[in-house]
């Protein structure tokens, strides 16, 4: 490999270029290069350093892939000092995102330039770290505290016009970056402008109150996670400590984080997301179809939702409905959740019309014929959804991609009464689907290989996360939450009440509790489902008799007022409800089951293992191709705990040996699902 750092003088500037795809990380041999590179540059003629990269951006950061090995030297705090230190001014010169490891490489110089069009962020909340090569110490010192500590702990990048303003960077170019920053670098030197070292200002003074804020904030946005709060308190002792003793904690911190268990989970979940996108049998050069257009057949929650993620990209859509006042009310919804999001400042007034303007209503099954990919997202009837496709294979034009939104059903059967199963395939989106991350992409037996690809490609476009999953009941994600939705209904029947179930759970970092989200997606629909499974599908339904009751008493969840726990109208908060306590209690009675305490650890394992198990079955059967496909199904479907890393890598963590163990204890005791 040729070398990742290069040097040429250029007039009277030294041009570092960094050139390591595919995102410029900080490999070993990047900081090697780097620091020698920086030394022969002091050395020479030239009077001021620029450090610029190649390629399609600025540095990503440290290289995510060398983390929990061995450390090597050059450690990149040392390679940042030694540019702070430079006796020549050295100037950043950024494009695409400086990210991390990245922008404190940005920090450590003493000149900041940036294309207008670049971002750079402290993205290491995300992997469960915090930016340990000087960011907490230097960024609050050029932005200020506040600025630093929403940087840091939301991980979010800002453009670079955003960066100015806050001084964390000194010029935007609108283009020919390295034009601009040759010219600004003779201009510096012109200026007899020497080296600034950030390391060496004051960190301007806030009330303490400003840390406890950010920490009560944390505990809310960030329940469980380590990282952000040694983030605060890196902040914190950079207001009192001088540069040497803060960055020394900070290292401190880094290490800490770095070596728990957290981090460990959140990078893998960082690769888990990359590759769920590729599959695995699929060659690479397998062609694409052009998506320039989608029909939505379905004005209801999902469809609306669909439709959205697609406008909100720049692609035209057709929503289809049975009649005029179904895609009125359909449109309704649309538009309300637009008003909303311009209301919360999240969207100009201007890019909410025309975001709306891209969705076209119609009762014509002939407006589809030049839809490039048609999404069926009517409810889950397959008659239904067979007699759509029928109408669509009549209509559409060749080549169009058919897909269903469908929950559970057999997509191979729907694909079936076409003339084009390989056109057709499964796009199964969560509610709500304009904002829900996760698109699990189902491949039906006959799926083309172009259809596949095309569908994954198409999920980026709208900013989904795919994973993909063959045919089976429930495909990954449904499919994993019936067992673990039936062991949180078991454990109401043998002796805990809706509220330490939940608790219990949640403590352990689901975003929602089982019984509450039951409440949520509305207890009929679970009802609804079961009913319509054949016998041998269904299995006992003895541990829903609770769920059944509360349905057939018109409770149905949250939509209803009342399900499990009952809710306000006003504000919708849960309250448990005595009836309900009652109910439970009537049920164990009835079924012979003696009442006992049952402990927090017993319910997260419960709940939490059977997910595992129907994982690792669902591995077995090649329905997922990796336990990492499902963590993401977990993550950004169903709320699981980022810093858990996903059910089936929370498996590792604990030793897969003692979830066996458990997984077959449970199965015994309380009849819980056999192990995989
Ligand atoms: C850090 O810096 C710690 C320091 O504070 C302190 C150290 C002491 N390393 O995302 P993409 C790979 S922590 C290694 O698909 P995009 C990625 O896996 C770091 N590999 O592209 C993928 O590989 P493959 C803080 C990396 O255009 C390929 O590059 N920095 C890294 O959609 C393309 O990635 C971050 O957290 C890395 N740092 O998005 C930034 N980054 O092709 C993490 C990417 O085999 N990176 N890869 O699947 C990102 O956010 C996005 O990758 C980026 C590009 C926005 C840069």
């Not at 003088?9 to 900081?31: E, K, W, Y």
């Not at 600034?196 to 200002?201: A, G, I, L, P, Q």
């Not at 029928?390 to 897909?403: H, M, N, Q, S, Y």
């Not at 305490?597 to 079955?617: P, S, Y």
Request: glycine fraction near 10%; aromatic fraction near 6%.
């Amino acid at each position: 490999m040729s070398h990742p750092v290069s040097y040429r003088v250029v007039g009277n500037v030294g041009v570092v270029t960094i050139d390591n795809p595919p995102v410029n990380a900080f490999s070993l041999a990047v900081r090697k290069g780097l620091n020698d590179t920086i030394s022969d540059a002091i050395a020479d003629d030239s009077g001021i350093i620029l450090i610029a990269c190649a390629g399609r951006t600025f540095v990503a950061g440290a290289d995510i892939s060398e983390f929990g090995k061995p450390p090597e030297d050059p450690w990149l705090p040392e390679v940042l000092d030694n540019i702070e230190n430079s006796p020549k001014p050295v100037v950043t010169a950024v494009h695409g995102t400086a990210l991390g490891g990245g922008f404190e490489l940005v920090l450590a110089s003493h000149y900041r330039c940036a294309l207008a069009s670049a971002k750079v962020g402290l993205p290491e909340v995300h992997l469960g770290l915090l930016p340990g090569a000087g960011g907490t110490q230097r960024t609050p010192r050029l932005a200020g505290v506040e600025a630093a500590l929403e940087l840091m702990t939301s991980g979010r990048p800002i453009p670079a016009g955003k960066a100015q303003a806050a001084g964390l960077i000194d010029e935007v170019f609108d283009d020919d970056l390295e034009g601009n920053a040759l010219r600004w670098c003779e201009q510096l030197l012109a200026d007899g402008k020497g080296p600034v070292k950030v390391s060496e200002k004051a960190v301007p003074q806030v009330d303490a109150a400003v840390f406890d804020g950010a920490r009560q904030l944390l505990a809310k946005r960030a329940r469980g996670q380590l990282a952000p709060f040694r983030i605060v308190d890196c902040v914190e002792a950079a207001t009192r400590l001088p540069y040497p003793q803060g960055a020394e904690f900070e290292r401190e911190q880094f290490a800490e984080c770095m070596a728990s268990p957290q981090s460990a989970a959140m990078r893998h979940l960082f690769f888990a997301e990359r590759q769920a996108a590729k599959v695995r049998d699929l060659p690479k050069d397998t062609s694409l179809r052009n998506i320039r257009s989608v029909a939505v057949i379905g004005a209801g929650t999902m469809g609306g939702g669909i439709a959205m993620s697609c406008a909100n990209v720049g692609i035209p859509v057709k929503l289809l409905e049975v009649d005029a006042a179904a895609l009125e009310r359909g449109f309704g919804v649309i538009e309300g959740n637009y008003a909303k999001t311009v209301k919360k400042g999240r969207l100009s007034q201007e890019e909410a019309a025309a975001r709306r303007g891209r969705i076209e209503g119609t009762t014509d099954y002939a407006d589809l014929a030049d839809a490039d990919l048609v999404i069926e997202a009517v409810f889950e009837d397959p008659e239904l959804k067979k007699t759509i496709f029928r109408k669509l294979d009549e209509v559409c034009k060749p080549g169009a991609i058919l897909a269903t939104n469908t929950s559970y059903q057999d997509v191979d059967a729907i694909a079936g009464v076409t003339n084009r199963p390989g056109d057709c395939l499964g796009l199964h989106f969560f509610s709500p689907a304009n904002v829900m991350k996760l698109l699990e992409v189902v491949r039906g037996a006959k799926t083309d290989d172009d259809v596949l690809a095309t569908a994954i490609r198409f999920a980026k476009t709208i900013r989904k996360v795919p994973a993909v999953a063959r045919v089976c009941y429930g495909f990954i994600g449904n499919r994993m939450f019936n067992p673990y939705i039936r062991e949180a209904q078991k454990l109401l029947i043998e002796g805990a009440l809706p509220e330490t179930v939940d608790a219990a759970l949640y403590e352990f970092g689901m975003a929602m509790g089982p019984i509450a989200v039951s409440d949520l997606a509305g207890l009929d629909v679970g009802y609804k489902a079961r009913m319509a499974l054949p016998e041998e599908v269904r299995g006992d339904d003895t541990p829903f008799k609770v769920a059944d009751a509360l349905v057939e008493a018109g409770r149905l969840g949250q939509k209803s007022g009342a399900g499990f726990y009952t809710y306000d109208p006003e504000t919708r908060r849960a309250s448990p409800d005595p009836e309900v306590v009652t109910l439970i209690e009537k049920t164990s009675a009835e079924l012979g089951v003696e009442r006992r305490d049952i402990g927090a650890e017993e319910m997260v394992e419960r709940c939490v293992f059977a997910l595992v198990n129907e994982g690792l079955k669902i591995l077995d059967e090649g329905i997922a191709q990796r336990p990492g496909d499902i963590d993401i199904v977990y993550l950004y479907g169903y709320g699981f705990a980022v810093h858990r890393g996903g059910p089936m890598f929370y498996a590792d963590q604990v030793g897969l040996d003692h979830v066996l163990a458990r997984v077959r204890e449970f199965h015994e005791r309380f009849g819980s699902d056999a192990p995989a």
